[in-house]
């Protein structure tokens, strides 16, 4: 099978939609150190009451965190938290990312976060099929970080003031040469179960792809896309981590059955890439039949 070789590699461009400011402070935070002062360690949090602020959401804002703190002082956040708006619409949030420390300011940190959304509320059904990026900072006792919703899109379009600075990281390509799903409940439900190749071109990530992806099939129409995947190029093995949606097009004219906004993840050993270590990337792309991939990684760092 060579289907994904038809697939050209150029970048899929991307939107990104404003979707509010979340200020938070936390009421404790607790970091505890099972193994040492100088090894990893883990933190658990909750914040004092807070607000998210936005044109199309706003709100009462509490969340909870539970971020393993890396033996290099990195936090990896864990983010729960629970959005209340003025009108009684409730909606769930979970969020994770890194929290990266200022070099020579000790307690701040810069933040880059994604974040999935749930309600019932039906004037504010759209966010669940959102994926949104967070960029900001924890300064003193105070985090201020801006979300944006992503979306592939076919053309280039104007950015908005203040939104993630993204990097190309390169643009992956794949077929699945085996895919199995389960449906327990008819075709309203379902788990699947598959592997991947294809190849990485156009930026640092460049290389061979070989995946495994365990997607979730909602009652919605939603596939939640959950998946490890290696990129092995000429610096050695590169470990992503991927999740997010793939929902129906928004665009008719995008010869495409899906499209897909990630959020990922990476580990290597590379000298040359170790900045990976710490990236959240975002991806975006389609998936055209019969099942042939085109995601593009850009890294989400502060504007």
Not at 277 to 285: I, P
Request: aromatic content about 12%.
């Amino acid at each position: 099978m060579s289907g994904y070789k038809d697939i050209g590699p150029e970048p899929v461009p991307v939107i990104l939609t404003p979707l509010f400011e979340a200020r938070w402070s936390y009421e404790e935070f607790e970091l505890v150190m099972p193994f040492g002062p100088d090894s990893e360690g883990q933190v658990y949090a909750f914040s004092k009451p807070a607000r998210v602020d936005g044109e199309r959401l706003s709100g009462a804002y509490r969340l909870t965190q539970f971020p393993r703190r890396r033996v290099d002082g990195v936090l990896l956040p864990d983010v729960h938290g629970f959005i209340e708006t003025q009108s009684g619409a409730q909606v769930a949030t979970r969020a994770g990312g890194y929290g990266l420390q200022v070099p020579g300011e000790p307690g701040n940190r810069n933040v880059t976060h994604w974040m999935r959304m749930w309600t019932g509320a039906q004037e504010l059904a759209w966010v669940n099929s959102a994926v949104a990026f967070g960029v900001g900072s924890f300064v003193g006792d105070e985090a201020r970080v801006r979300y944006y919703v992503a979306a592939p899109a076919e053309l280039p379009s104007q950015v908005p003031v203040g939104a993630p600075t993204l990097e190309l990281l390169g643009t992956a390509r794949w077929e699945y040469p085996k895919y199995d799903a389960v449906h327990q409940f008819g075709d309203r439900e379902g788990v699947g179960y598959a592997n991947s190749v294809g190849d990485v071109q156009g930026g640092i990530l460049a290389g061979r792809w070989r995946g495994w992806h365990y997607p979730t099939y909602l009652r919605n129409g939603l596939y939640q896309l959950d998946a490890h995947a290696e990129i092995r190029g000429a610096d050695g093995p590169i470990i992503n981590r991927h999740a997010g949606l793939a929902t129906t097009p928004a665009s008719p004219s995008v010869d495409a059955i899906y499209d897909v906004v990630q959020y990922a993840t990476f580990v290597t050993a590379a000298p040359r890439l170790k900045q990976l270590n710490s990236t959240l990337a975002m991806g975006v792309g389609f998936v055209r039949a019969p099942g042939l991939v085109r995601c593009s990684y850009y890294s989400v760092n502060a504007s």
